[in-house]
């Protein structure tokens, strides 16, 4: 009998919990015509005007889209998540279906409207109509938004590709100063829960503050960046010290080949490639610095533009008879080296070639008095 009797008790408050807490649509309409009777959304949220309202803000970073050096375009994905109280849409639970939360539109009620203040195109605000904010029954506000920003950041190449990029998301909270909007944040730090790693960049550290030294209050989120190198070392820098090396070789080439300036020239046109392919990742501004890769990149084209002028040089000497002046015999010195190379002929030698151009002299002075004496011949006859 015990038994029976706890088994109804229990039931019976099950019953009557699932029915206190049980609500249907016609109960959220009819709070949400209660709440928004007379409700004016220009109107600042809360009772004591004396004081700002708090306002907290958390920013969750979720990926970043792009970082175009040449531009200084900067876009990320972000969630924004913002809460703050407003008395006027507070009620009690009691009346409504022990109803604990329900959804609007966020045009329909008073928002901390912010505005990005670094926009890369056109300036634009938080949210949309399709943004659905949390009402509580205690009157707080929770507002999460998803969105993409294009900001403007000014890439410093100096130490590209090791180059350490700082960006910032700035956003205004124009018409609200702080006597206005107390805005706080749970942490100093952009949320990186949801981050997905960026194959390109590595975040080093973040930073989230707002400012009001004079005026609006400004919202700013900070992202101090590092570039992943290993790419740009085994693309750009290896190969093209390679090519710089190589380049240095072509006087090792036997100038009797022909191929010693086809060669320098591949090689230059190879590093003027290379200077083409850095220039459109960097951008065209000399401020704040140049980019130490492309003075070295420079200094490559230099060097082979004049070892390609030594080359033709060279060349022209090579097939000349006259002797070679002095201050080119370092370029020429594989030429030089296999004349001096050569050993010095012995007496015997020379004595033997002496009697050998005597000999040749006689036969080719017999054989025009020969072919005189048969013309004279002729003439008598």
């Known amino acids: 009998m015990g038994t029976v009797y706890f088994s109804f008790k229990t039931a019976l408050c099950l019953y009557v919990v ?85 959804m609007v539109s966020q045009n329909k009620i008073w928002l901390p409207t912010m505005i990005i203040s670094n926009p890369f195109k056109e300036a634009h605000g938080l949210g949309s109509d399709l943004v659905k904010i949390y009402l509580f029954s205690d009157g707080s506000c929770v507002w999460i938004i998803m969105q993409s920003f294009e900001v403007i950041c000014d890439a410093n190449v100096k130490y590209y590709p090791f180059d350490k990029q700082f960006c910032s998301l700035r956003f205004g909270t124009y018409g609200f100063d702080r006597n206005w909007l107390n805005i706080t944040f749970p942490t100093s730090k952009i949320g990186m829960i949801h981050y997905e790693e960026n194959g390109l960049w590595e975040i080093e550290n973040t930073a989230a503050y707002c400012t009001a030294d004079h005026g609006p209050v400004e919202v700013v989120f900070e992202l101090y960046m590092k570039r992943r190198s290993t790419y740009y070392v085994a693309s750009l820098l290896v190969p093209m010290t390679f090519v710089a090396v190589l380049q240095s070789f072509v006087f090792l080439l036997p100038n009797e080949s022909g191929e010693r300036i086809g060669f320098s020239v591949t090689m230059l046109l190879a590093s003027v490639v290379f200077l083409t392919l850095i220039q459109e990742k960097l951008p065209e501004s000399s401020e704040p610095s140049v980019s130490i890769l492309g003075y070295l990149l420079l200094g490559y084209i230099t060097l082979g533009g004049i070892q390609t002028l030594a080359v033709i040089l060279s060349s022209n000497f090579f097939i000349q008879t006259k002797p070679v002046p002095k201050w080119l015999k370092i370029i020429s010195c594989q030429e030089l080296t296999k004349v001096e190379d050569k050993p010095p002929r012995k007496k015997s030698e020379e004595n033997s070639v002496k009697e050998l151009d005597d000999d040749s002299l006689k036969e080719k002075y017999e054989a025009k008095v020969e072919i005189k004496s048969s013309q004279g011949l002729l003439t008598k006859k």
Not at 38 to 57: C, H, I, K, Q
Not at 62 to 84: L, R
């Open 18 to 102: 699932y029915f206190v807490c049980a609500y249907n649509i016609t109960d959220e309409d009819q709070l949400h015509k209660d709440l928004f009777t007379n409700y004016n959304n220009e109107l600042r949220a809360g009772n004591d005007r004396d004081f700002p309202l708090n306002v907290s803000m958390t920013f969750y970073l979720m990926a970043i889209k792009e970082f175009v050096e040449a531009t200084s375009k900067f876009s990320v994905n972000g969630v924004f998540s913002i809460t703050w109280r407003d008395e006027r849409l507070s009620w009690n639970p009691a009346m409504y279906q022990n109803i604990q939360k329900t």
